[in-house]
Each structure stands twice: as C-alpha cells, then as structure tokens.
C-alpha cells in the first residue's frame, strides 16, 4: 500500500536524519523514480527537504508517533487528558448538537456533562457510547460502521454517509500529532475522512491535545490550525506557535489545575 510506504519512508528518514537516494531504494527496494515522486510528498508535508544525493528531516521535524493500542494510550498523560476534557465539556451548552471524535482525551468529555438537562452526543467512539449510557440527560446518536479495535471505533463510508445527514453546532476533535508545517493530523487512514466530514459539517471546531501532541507529524492531515475555534491543551505551546495561532484566530485555552 503506498501510503503505508510513505509514512515508513517518511519515519526512517526522522529517524535517521539523513538519508542517501541509493541508501532509501535499497531500504525500501523501490526505483528512484518512485522515490522521488514519495519524496515530492514528503517535502509538502513539511517534515523532509531535498539535498543533493539524498534528503535530511527538517529541523523542528520529529518521528511519527506509532499508532498504538486504544488501552496503552488511554493511560499515557491521564491527569492532564482529563483536565483537557472538562474544559472542553465547559463550552457545551443546553440542548446543543455536539459531535465527540474518538480518542482517549474526547472521551471523558461525556463525564462532565451531567450539569445539563439534556444535550445531543453524535459519535462513533465506543468509549463515547459506553459512558453515555450512564447519563440519561445524553440523547446518543451513534455512526454506523465496521469496528477498529486499535481506535475503539466505527469506521467505514456508512459512518460519513450517516455524519453528512446532521447539523452540528460543536466538533470536538482529538488528533495523534499537531505542528505548523503539517496541520492537525491522524495516524488512522479510516479515521480520516469521518474527521474531515465532522469539521465541514459543524459551526464550531475544538481541537483536543495534550502537550505531547505538539510539534509532531503523523500520517495524514485531516485539518488545518486555522479551521478551530479553540486548541484545548494543559501547557502553552512555544511563541512560535502561539503566535501562528492568533494569526489564523485559532485561539489557545489552557486547562486550569484541579
């Protein structure tokens, strides 16, 4: 599969720093005609530049994060995940119409609603579904699709074909990686188009990430800073990057101490 070829490619390169064309044929046993049109790629992305005879990783560029297990990333940065959670959850209110994306961070959001009489939860998030059992004031619309463990997720073209029938006021979105030079990206290629169609088919846009996501690459980019409203994170990022956020009109709110 090419894509998963490139995101190897583009890992080996992080990894390495510096990279001969001969040296990432032979890897990855393909003509130089075919890297060269993987590296065109690359070179969009942000994350790689062209040198003579090779290519070396652009300075502020770091290795893709893996796509690990759903379990082993719900315990990674615990306290902050849910202090992100229930800042995003102050932003809900009465009656709204709100899509909760997948992910270890978006899915405590539903524990911090009870204070509402009722709200409407579009997902396809299992953990999603699980906790609003627990929360009758949630009316639960749940994305029909196929079952991704790694994500405990829905996917599949039945979810965005469900997702394009609702309006819906507030998207709040997790992601694997964020930086200036990729976007807002995932590492999930089934994930990607329900994230995109959330974004078009919302009012309001809230990205989700704990400071772990920042200034990292992944897969794909299914966003760009300036189509949220708000970054939700514990930790300000760097001025450079919050300087590009104002500029874009993305603002930055950080989750406060328990």
Same mark, same amino acid.
């Given at each position: 599969?090419? *894509?998963?070829?490139?995101?190897?490619?583009?890992?080996? $390169?992080?990894?390495?720093? #510096?990279? @001969?064309?001969?040296?990432?044929?032979?890897?990855?046993?393909?003509?130089?005609? %075919?890297?060269?049109?993987? !590296?065109?790629?690359?070179?969009? &992305?942000? %994350?790689?530049?062209?040198?003579?005879?090779?290519?070396?990783?652009?300075?502020?560029?770091? /290795?893709?994060?893996?796509?690990?297990?759903?379990?082993?990333?719900?315990?990674?940065?615990?306290?902050?995940?849910?202090? $992100?959670?229930?800042?995003?959850?102050?932003?809900? &209110?009465? &009656?709204?119409?709100?899509? *909760?994306?997948?992910?270890?961070? %978006?899915?405590?959001?539903?524990?911090?609603?009870?204070?509402?009489?009722?709200?409407?939860?579009?997902?396809?998030?299992?953990?999603?579904?699980?906790?609003?059992?627990?929360?009758?004031?949630?009316?639960? *619309?749940?994305?029909?699709?196929? !079952?991704?463990?790694?994500?405990? @997720?829905?996917?599949?073209?039945?979810?965005?074909?469900?997702?394009?029938?609702?309006? $819906?006021?507030?998207?709040?979105?997790?992601? #694997?990686?964020?930086?200036?030079?990729?976007?807002?990206?995932?590492?999930?290629?089934?994930?990607?188009?329900?994230?995109?169609?959330?974004?078009?088919?919302?009012?309001?846009?809230?990205?989700?990430?704990?400071?772990?996501?920042?200034?990292?690459?992944?897969?794909?980019?299914?966003?760009?800073?300036?189509?949220?409203?708000? *970054?939700?994170?514990?930790?300000? /990022?760097?001025?450079?990057?919050?300087?590009?956020?104002?500029?874009?009109?993305?603002?930055?709110?950080?989750? /406060?101490?328990?």
């Amino acid at each position: 599969m090419r *894509i998963s070829r490139i995101d190897q490619l583009e890992q080996y $390169i992080l990894e390495h720093r #510096t990279a @001969s064309i001969d040296t990432l044929c032979e890897e990855f046993k393909i003509s130089k005609n %075919t890297l060269r049109r993987d !590296l065109e790629i690359l070179v969009a &992305r942000g %994350t790689v530049e062209k040198v003579y005879g090779g290519v070396i990783a652009c300075e502020n560029a770091t /290795p893709i994060p893996n796509l690990v297990t759903f379990h082993e990333r719900t315990g990674r940065n615990a306290q902050s995940k849910q202090k $992100i959670a229930a800042l995003a959850a102050s932003f809900v &209110r009465e &009656r709204d119409i709100i899509f *909760i994306d997948s992910g270890t961070t %978006t899915m405590s959001i539903v524990d911090h609603l009870a204070h509402l009489s009722t709200v409407t939860v579009i997902t396809n998030s299992l953990q999603v579904i699980n906790k609003s059992m627990n929360y009758p004031n949630i009316n639960l *619309i749940v994305l029909p699709g196929s !079952l991704k463990r790694d994500t405990a @997720s829905l996917v599949g073209s039945s979810c965005v074909e469900y997702l394009e029938d609702y309006n $819906i006021v507030r998207a709040f979105m997790a992601c #694997t990686a964020i930086s200036l030079q990729a976007g807002v990206c995932n590492a999930s290629t089934e994930e990607y188009i329900i994230k995109k169609t959330a974004l078009k088919k919302s009012q309001k846009h809230y990205l989700l990430a704990d400071s772990s996501k920042f200034g990292r690459t992944s897969l794909m980019t299914f966003g760009e800073i300036g189509q949220f409203d708000c *970054i939700l994170t514990e930790q300000m /990022p760097d001025d450079e990057f919050s300087s590009y956020c104002k500029d874009q009109d993305c603002a930055i709110q950080i989750a /406060p101490e328990s």
